[in-house]
């Protein structure tokens, strides 16, 4: 057997929605491509390929496939798999979540268990998190598309965030490479009850807005007083970055997961471009810009 399985790359937080929201983008993401075979062979070709782990113990596609096998109690089967990337390796977009998707849904595919989307989910969990830490905001908008809302970790329950809203993104990739687990330890390990309900209100405004087409409030809502404090001090120019996509016109402008790229929502595709601009001459010629829409669909099995 031989098929190809695309996973769109994500912003986890969507700025005040630490761990719990997570949007799919569009245009961005890596394709795999699975053939079966007798012992399991890794290659990847493409952005940031030379980073990629080729031992299966250690790549989040074959540790996931590993545990889709274990989760449905049957014997391995392993493949050959060929990656080809453009999401950055630590770079925020999303990328291990990508690739424990597509090893949970190749698994799946080779197994004739596709139906089993909760054993998916939780061999993709499985995976990313010996990587990056327990989340699923990347992983649940991989896999489903959209804006997704993870309601319970542990029971894998997820609400979609219906997106009622024309918006352009902007993602901005600095020249710096930010693990999850390091960009996890600078976090606040408690919050005051004014903070707490201060992030609360941007994260309920933020899904509300999107659900309600509400411009306005969507700006509101695209305030993170809790993870970005801590974590923009890692990505060099961040305040003077989204200072200036404000001024350009941008709903916000935040960290995207736990960075370095940072993202900006905007009204228009002009207004977008000029965030990458601006950004890009704030934060060095070495910065990679990318102007996209979300994308509403998740994974695929394309062939
Ligand atoms: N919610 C995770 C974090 C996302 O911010 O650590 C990582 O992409």
Sequence with gaps: MKFE???????????????????????????????DAKTYSIEAVGRDASLVPTDPHRNTVTLAAEDFYQLLGIPSRPFKLLIDRSLPLSGGLGS?????????????????????????????LHAESA????HLDNIAPCLLGGMVLVQDLEKLKVYPVPVNLEFWITLITPDVKVKTKDARRVLASSLTTAQWTQQMAHCTTLALAMARGDAEELAFGLKDTFAEPARSSLIPHFNAAQENARALGAYGFSISGSGPTCFSLCPTEAVAKKVADAVKGIMGPATRSYVVRPRLSGAEILS
Excluded: C, W, Y
């Excluded at 996973?7 to 993401?29: E, K, R």
């Excluded at 990587?131 to 327990?134: K, L, T």
């Design 131 to 134: 990587v990056s830490g327990m």
């Design 5 to 35: 399985v695309f996973a769109p790359g994500t912003i986890g937080n969507v700025s005040s929605g630490f761990d719990i929201l997570g949007l799919a983008v569009d245009q961005m993401g890596d394709h795999f491509h699975f053939e």
């Design 96 to 124: 291990s979540a990508a690739s424990s998707v597509a090893g949970a849904l190749a698994a799946a595919k080779f197994a004739d268990a596709l139906d089993r989307s909760d054993l998916i989910m939780k061999a993709a």
